[in-house]
């Protein structure tokens, strides 16, 4: 028998750590190890992952010499901030000349964060001249913080991006007298000095305890025989080596719920839609634009960072989320749930305990209402009702739904319920997922505005146990399509393991040159090399703000060579079904405009528009617009050809211009200029980036509308 490439992600959450091991080569679930996470032992989190890793090798005869990859998300960054388990910071601001050393020594002085919980990163503050940084110098202002408390040091200099040159200086002293050091121009290139520091520090605060557990977790997993690296998952939905997680271990806040949106779009083809994650007792609720999920700044304590995570809503209404009843009335679903309760799911209980059941009201926790149901079951015990049994009275769940209880059980709990409150069971079962809708809603239209999602192609993508019971009833409700795929109880864990190395460079460069766009783009690979992706499987896409004159790259990268087959490659027919579904027409309605050895590229006729489509040979939606045009060409004449369709694609709105989105396919290549508002900076960024490959290639040009 040949040997297998395994790769195994393990999720940290809330209540179970799970690992999941996938066969490389035919994208099956080979195995499953999952524990209690460990909140409370003395190695933390990382305990229940080496657990949980252990136990999925040995429980499925999984060798150490098959695994390929193995990664892990972790909690521990946002933990140690909510909880406050944080090291006191040292900062040595750094400035040159005396007008901008007046400035810095103001802007590296931070005060102590507040970290929105009550609790502190304290800081102590030092500053230097350029002209001053002498070792000794250097020295005495690392002893002087050390014996001040500081565990941790921050070196931050005016304009450091730069030039990095005197901030790598004090982290070499700091690391001579055994303290770790964040490098604040390491962290992001970005301008703004005083975001800048206050990030560098939220990292340093929580770099002796995740240290400590990085290194405990990388030996013993290295005990075990793997000798692959060992990745982390990020809050941006990228992994990374652990050397670099040691570094900046800020990248690692959400990546929970990252984890499960990369696991969901590897499984399902969805380009532009809402994702969910649906737990116990919370659901996470975030985007997909163009194939991937929007990041955007973490707020902490309510300061602003440049730590890129997804842009994520959290609300306090899930699968477990218990309801509320007052005055012959359902008041309200949640924020407690049955986990917090410590009570069972009536949809979960023997339907035999309910005869004699009485129904009674209850006070979670000593500062909540005291109008939370409950029922009293006839062996002394209670449990209480949630979403998830209305949803099972209603059978809006699928055969094999993670969510799916006792029928007869929901039944019998829910009928004392309605009798509460004057309705009919299904009213009754009706009315706590509505409130329930009612909280989703509104978190799903302002997404849908604030990244300009076209209604008519947005679907909602369910991830976790109990996405069943919240997305199907808000997707009817809504009137959105949706799709929860398989394996939705470990899909964390599965986007873990399928997940891909994802570096990003962001610099303030007003009116920037194709060159200086090249040249970020070309930096973000090789950020991303370095962070363990291989040269050939590397994407790199960009955003320009020009308002904020900040431009940024996005590398994304496999950490192999031969990517995991997700699926067979699609034939033409099955393109444009796909397609056609995208817009919900028919398949006569679809135009094939080329073929190429990479995707399908079609436009599809929808009312007055014509739709735009560029599938990959795989199936998924990669470019997915609603208007616009497409033109062959070859390398040589891209640039020239794009002058062409370039007004005739911009819109006007009285006198404002906005210009297209362009995409450039070659081959098995497609370059993503989506995020570049002008002609000259496109033309000049195909020159540059197709000059490798034959004058006489053909290429394809898709240029998009972008509306008001």
């Not at 730069?162 to 290139?189: F, N, R, Y």
């Not at 009817?476 to 460079?505: T, W």
């Not at 950020?527 to 040269?535: D, F």
């Not at 028919?586 to 007055?608: L, P, Y």
């Amino acid at each position: 028998m040949s040997r297998r490439s395994i790769r195994i992600g393990i999720d940290v959450g809330g209540t179970h750590t799970k690992a999941v091991a996938i066969d490389n080569n035919t994208n099956q679930i080979v195995g499953k190890g999952i524990v209690m996470t460990t909140h409370f032992h003395e190695s933390g989190v990382a305990k229940g992952v080496v657990e949980a890793f252990e136990k999925c090798l040995m429980e499925n005869d999984i060798k150490p010499d098959e695994v390929i990859f193995i990664a892990h998300s972790t909690t521990q960054a946002t933990n140690a901030l909510l909880e406050g388990d944080v090291a006191k910071v040292g900062v040595i601001g750094i400035g040159k000349g005396f007008l901008e050393s007046m400035m810095a020594k103001k802007q590296t002085h931070i005060e102590n964060i507040d970290l929105g919980t009550g609790k502190y990163i304290e800081i102590s503050n030092e500053f230097m001249r350029s002209k001053d940084m002498t070792q000794e110098a250097i020295k005495d202002k690392i002893e002087s913080l050390i014996k001040d408390g500081a565990r941790v040091i921050v070196a931050s200099k005016a304009f450091g991006v730069d030039d990095l040159t005197e901030e790598k200086e004090v982290a070499k002293e700091a690391e001579s007298q055994g303290k770790p050091c964040t490098l604040a121009s390491d962290i992001t290139k970005l301008y703004g000095l005083t975001t800048r520091t206050r990030t560098a520090a939220l990292n340093a605060s929580i770099l002796p305890k995740m240290l400590e557990t990085a290194t405990s977790t990388e030996s013993s997993v290295r005990s075990t025989g793997v000798t692959v690296p060992l990745m982390i998952m990020r809050g941006d939905g990228g992994v990374m080596e652990i050397e670099e997680m040691k570094k900046r271990p800020i990248l690692t806040m959400l990546s929970g719920p990252a984890a499960s949106v990369i696991g969901a779009l590897m499984y399902l083809r969805a380009s532009n839609g809402i994702y969910f994650e649906v737990g116990g007792t919370s659901t996470n609720i975030g985007v997909i634009k163009n194939g991937r999920p929007s990041v955007d700044y973490s707020i902490i304590g309510g300061h602003r960072t440049y730590v890129n995570s997804l842009d994520v809503r959290v609300l306090g209404v899930a699968g477990g989320s218990m309801v509320r009843a007052s005055k012959g009335k359902i008041v309200d679903v949640g924020p407690r749930s049955a986990h917090i309760a410590n009570m069972g799911y009536a949809a979960f209980t023997p339907p035999e305990l309910f005869d004699g059941a009485k129904l009674y009201y209850m006070q979670p926790r000593s500062n909540d209402p005291k109008d939370y149901v409950a029922i009293r079951l006839n062996n002394g015990e209670s449990v209480t009702i949630t979403n998830t049994c209305a949803a099972n009275v209603l059978g809006i769940l699928k055969e094999g739904d993670y969510a799916q209880g006792n029928y007869e059980s929901s039944l019998k709990a829910m009928k004392l319920l309605a009798e509460e409150v004057n309705m009919t069971v299904e009213e009754a079962a009706r009315a706590i997922l509505t409130k329930a809708c009612e909280k989703i809603q509104p978190v799903i239209e302002e997404l849908i505005a604030k990244y300009k999602l076209e209604r008519d192609q947005v679907v909602l993508v369910g991830a976790g146990g109990g996405a069943g019971t919240l997305l199907t009833f808000t997707a009817q409700s809504m009137g959105f399509k949706y799709q929860i795929p398989e394996h939705a109880d470990v899909i964390s864990s599965i986007g873990v393991a399928l997940a891909m190395v994802r570096e990003m460079v962001e610099r303030t460069i007003p009116n920037p040159t194709a060159r200086d766009i090249a040249e970020l783009k070309k930096e973000a690979k090789e950020l991303a090399m370095s962070s363990g992706a291989v040269e050939d499987t590397i994407e790199v896409y960009l955003e320009i703000d020009e308002q904020a004159q900040k431009v940024t790259a996005i590398a994304m990268g496999s950490t192999e060579v031969k990517t995991t087959d997700l699926m067979k490659n699609c034939k033409e027919d099955e393109a444009v079904e796909i397609g056609a579904q995208s817009v919900g027409v028919e398949k006569s309605s679809v135009t094939m405009q080329a073929v190429t050895s990479g995707f399908f590229i079609m436009t599809i006729i929808n009312h007055d528009d014509q739709a735009l489509r560029v599938i990959d040979k795989k199936g998924f939606i990669k470019v997915q617009r609603k208007n616009g045009n497409i033109m062959k060409t070859t390398v040589k004449s891209a640039p020239e050809a794009l002058k062409g369709i370039w007004d005739q694609t911009s819109s006007f709105a009285g006198e404002v211009r906005i210009n297209p989105d362009v995409y450039v396919v070659a081959g098995s290549k497609m370059l993503d200029y989506s995020g570049v508002p002008e002609l000259v900076q496109v033309a000049g960024l195909i020159e540059a980036e197709l000059s490798d490959r034959d004058p006489d290639e053909e290429c394809i040009l898709v240029v998009a509308k972008n509306d008001l």
